[in-house]
Nanobody, 115 residues
């Protein structure tokens, strides 16, 4: 069983920064894929950024140049550095990880950006 626990969310003004963390219960080297998703209230969950074990990164167009996904294998933690935050970034942010054919999710952390 894999557990993912997000932290680092909160309330920030537009233009501000936050860094989200996702602590995994096993080595992040074991996951072939890790990602951040977000779900604004009343909307569908959307992909924000991905990181493969091979080091390939992808970002949603809406966050390119502002968000950076990274991980620390030593700390078994996935990160999302969010700069120049906008009100439309307000959402619950979820961490996801693929292990073999299973996808695991965290419970999410709320990010609220005020204008």
């Amino acid at each position: 069983q894999v557990q993912l626990v997000e932290s680092g969310g909160g309330l920030v003004q537009a233009g501000g920064t936050l860094k989200l963390s996702c602590a995994a219960s096993r080595s992040t080297l074991s996951f072939n894929f890790m990602a951040w998703y977000r779900q604004p209230t009343g909307k569908d969950r959307e992909l924000v950024a991905t990181l493969t074990n091979g080091g390939m990164l992808t970002y949603a167009d809406s966050v390119k140049g502002r968000f950076t996904i990274s991980k620390s294998n030593a700390k078994n933690t996935l990160y999302l550095q969010m700069n120049n935050l906008k009100p439309e970034d307000t959402a619950v942010y979820y961490c996801a990880a693929d292990l073999f054919s299973a996808r695991y999710w965290g419970r999410g952390t709320q990010v609220t950006v005020s204008s």
